[in-house]
């Protein structure tokens, strides 16, 4: 083949390179030349790299971005389970400080309330108010009897099948003590108590400085008369001493069939058929100057006599053969001291009809 005939290289393409000549070396950074026009070279790039170390270096500076990002993340997550812990302290002490009390305060309690004197249908509107007002609360009232309730209550209640909610006298306190409760500060506090009710209330019911029940109520002696024996035998107001009573009112109203009282003038002077005849006696020993931790006293030896003097033969208004006082007075005697308001050496009396 002519090689005058042979088509020139396109512009494109390499020099030929000749077995005989070695390949030039790289130039170094100092020494690069100016690129020419047909050349182009990455910007961030250097020289001396292959399009390979480029790649190489890239591969390296995303894993140092890669360690970097990881080690961020796990700071993150650090922050994130520190957080979430305080968050769950938080949650789980509102949890027992406000949710567990606010359900534990709904939950259905029964109180069980032995009574005396009332009975249920009298009772049973008061406690169907409060429940109205604490639905989480039932009350179950009992009418216990009079006879041995004193005995059942320390038993049962040292059992631990006791009421929870109880009647008793202001005296048995002592003996009662460990099965009652003080009185909390937020139902009542020691200056309002003090404030509210009479001073006996204050002595009886206060055990190691502190108050044990509420009173319901407070007995006073009252005489009672029969309005229509008064003016039968024409007396037309009722006594206001005890002179009067003994000396006047009761010898006229009594009345006898020869041996027997039919009509008795006074209910006084026994025990067995008196209601509250210890209290009686107390009161006329108070009003004779006694007090009720002596009874050998001369004052109290005095008042028994005085007291005894109504019921003794021959010059008797009273005995006991009589019925029950009450029951008598129902059905005609003249006088009973069955419930009391006296004063010194005077009755507050009520007129009380037959």
């Not at 305080?86 to 939950?107: T, W, Y």
């Not at 001493?241 to 002077?269: H, R």
């Not at 007291?307 to 009589?322: L, S």
């Amino acid at each position: 083949m002519d090689d005058n005939n042979q088509k020139p290289p396109p512009p494109w393409a390499a020099e030929p390179i000749s077995s005989q000549t070695p390949p030039e070396p790289l130039a170094q950074p100092s020494q690069a030349t100016e690129p020419t026009e047909d050349q182009v070279i990455p910007e961030d790039t250097p020289e001396y790299l292959s399009p390979d170390n480029v790649q190489q270096q890239a591969d390296l500076g995303n894993v140092d971005m890669y360690l970097n990002d990881e080690s961020s993340g796990k700071k993150k997550k650090i922050i994130m389970i520190a957080t979430g812990i305080i968050i769950s302290i938080v949650v789980i002490f509102a949890i027992f400080k406000i949710i567990v009390p606010f359900f534990r305060g709904k939950e259905k309690v029964t109180l069980v309330y032995w009574g005396l004197w009332e009975d249920e249908e009298v009772v049973q509107p008061l406690i169907d108010e409060y429940e109205k007002k604490n639905p989480q609360i039932t009350i179950k009232y009992e009418k216990r009897p009079i006879k041995s309730y004193r005995e059942q209550l320390i038993g049962r209640g040292n059992e631990g099948g006791g009421p929870d909610i109880f009647r008793y006298h202001n005296t048995w306190l002592p003996t009662i003590i460990q099965l009652a409760s003080p009185i909390p500060e937020t139902v009542m506090t020691k200056d309002e108590f003090e404030k509210t009710f009479y001073p006996v209330v204050i002595s009886d019911l206060k055990y190691d400085n502190n108050y044990y029940g509420i009173p319901l109520e407070i007995d006073g002696l009252v005489l009672v008369y029969n309005d229509d024996l008064f003016k039968n035998v024409g007396l037309n107001e009722p006594p206001t001493t005890w002179d009067q009573v003994l000396e006047k009112y009761a010898p006229e109203l009594t009345l006898t069939d020869g041996i027997n009282i039919t009509t008795a003038g006074i209910a006084l002077g026994t025990s067995n058929n008196i209601s509250h005849f210890s209290d009686i006696f107390g009161l006329i020993l108070l009003q004779n100057g006694g007090e009720i931790t002596n009874l050998t006293s001369q004052q109290a030896i005095e008042s028994l006599q005085f007291y005894r003097t109504f019921a003794e033969a021959p010059n008797n208004y009273w005995d006991t053969g009589m019925p029950y006082d009450v029951d008598a007075f129902l059905v005609g005697s003249g006088l009973d001291l069955d419930s009391y308001v006296i004063q010194n050496d005077f009755f507050e009396t009520f007129d009380v009809k037959q």
